[in-house]
């Protein structure tokens, strides 16, 4: 169980072992945290939104985007995206990619920043488009008229079943995620195979079987610059649902699920190989409570909320969606609301400071 922090005097002393950590984070970076580190507990939703509200993604500054269509900025700062669907990726230097709905009623995929706002995307054939990822570089990826495309520039779009041979009839599906050598994790539907995780090498196609060899139903959803990709997959698992898989050199593996789950969801993964995700059973009895936000480390699974110094009483970490280079944590939680909230690792020096403080 995850050790409660209540009454003022301990939220004063919180306050000051936030500022530690802070500072601790750049003497001692996440990666070098090894197995299980603890972390420090934040509700964001004074700056995202209260009843629907997740952080989706989080950069290397601290900066998050919400599912309600705001923009964060540590250490208190707000700015509204605007639009009228919903953002999906940032990268490092705070380019927002999305999608939101035309005058029209179309669907179209768009690149926001704090000051140029937005920028519609490029089109084919003046489809639906949406965007779900976006590099340091600024190449975006995503899905126009049901198939994966690359924007190089708002104004230019590539059909990606174009190169290395995969076009034809029935070929489509949509690209999740691109890391900064250009590596492009994709779902597709291809005739032949079915549905299949795929990875986009700039020249060719690697496919991905997922973990029912030949069984298809996998779905990339993230990967880091050493060309480690997360997500889910079908599996001949007991119990059924889907599990959480890594891809990594040609090998894939089974993340499993936490006991008494049958189902995991990886979500994102950062270059230390962190991964973030969730767990929960497939035919849930309560889908407000049966969802646990999880980390996968060389620990193997564990459920984050017994992780956390400081969390409130009766709230619950559901989904982790998103962990950036320096461990920080964004997903949902509830307490009787679903609520937004950042996780951020608590360096050695600072669990040494919570000892301290905890025994005063």
């Known amino acids: 169980m995850p050790l409660r922090v209540t009454g003022a005097w301990m939220m004063q002393k919180l306050h000051f072992l936030m500022l530690f950590a ?34 989706l993604d989080i950069n290397d500054s601290g900066q998050v985007i919400f599912n309600s269509r705001k923009f964060y ?41 704090v000051n140029q706002g937005f920028q519609a995307l490029a089109q084919i054939d003046l489809g639906y488009s949406a965007a779900y990822g976006i590099n340091n570089q600024g190449q975006i990826v995503g899905t126009a008229n049901g198939i994966p495309v690359r924007w190089d520039g708002i104004n230019s779009i590539t059909d990606l079943t174009t190169l290395g041979g995969l076009k034809g009839p029935g070929v489509g599906g949509s690209a999740a995620a691109i890391n900064d050598t250009g590596l492009i994790a994709c779902h597709l539907d291809l005739p032949d195979l079915g549905q299949r995780g795929a990875l986009f090498t700039g020249t060719g196609w690697i496919i991905l079987d997922g973990l029912i060899p030949d069984g298809g139903n996998c779905y990339p959803v993230a990967l880091n610059n050493k060309g480690e990709v997360v997500g889910t997959s079908a599996t001949l698992a007991t119990g059924g649902g889907i599990h959480g898989f890594h891809w990594a050199n040609g090998t894939m593996r089974d993340l499993g699920t936490l006991p008494g789950r049958n189902t995991s969801e990886a979500l994102h993964i950062n270059e230390a190989g962190q991964i973030v995700g969730t767990s929960y059973n497939y035919y849930y009895p309560d889908p407000y409570t049966d969802w646990v936000a999880v980390t996968w480390t060389s620990a193997g699974i564990q459920d984050l909320n017994t992780l956390v110094v400081n969390l409130p009483p009766k709230a619950v970490l559901r989904r982790a969606w998103a962990i950036n280079n320096l461990g920080q944590i964004v997903g949902e939680f509830f307490d009787g609301n679903e609520r937004p909230f950042l996780l951020t690792p608590l360096p050695p020096a600072g669990r040494v400071a919570l000892n301290l403080l905890l025994l005063d």
């Open 22 to 55: 802070a500072l601790g984070l750049m003497i001692f970076p996440a990666a070098g945290l090894g197995a299980g580190p603890r972390y420090l507990f934040q509700d964001l939703s004074p700056y995202g939104y209260v009843g629907y509200g997740r952080a």
């Open 73 to 113: 900025t540590p250490p208190g700062s707000t700015t509204d995206i605007g639009g009228s669907g919903g953002p999906a990726s940032l990268n490092n230097t705070g380019q927002v990619v999305g999608h939101t709905w035309d005058i029209d009623g179309s669907q179209r995929a768009y690149l926001w920043t």
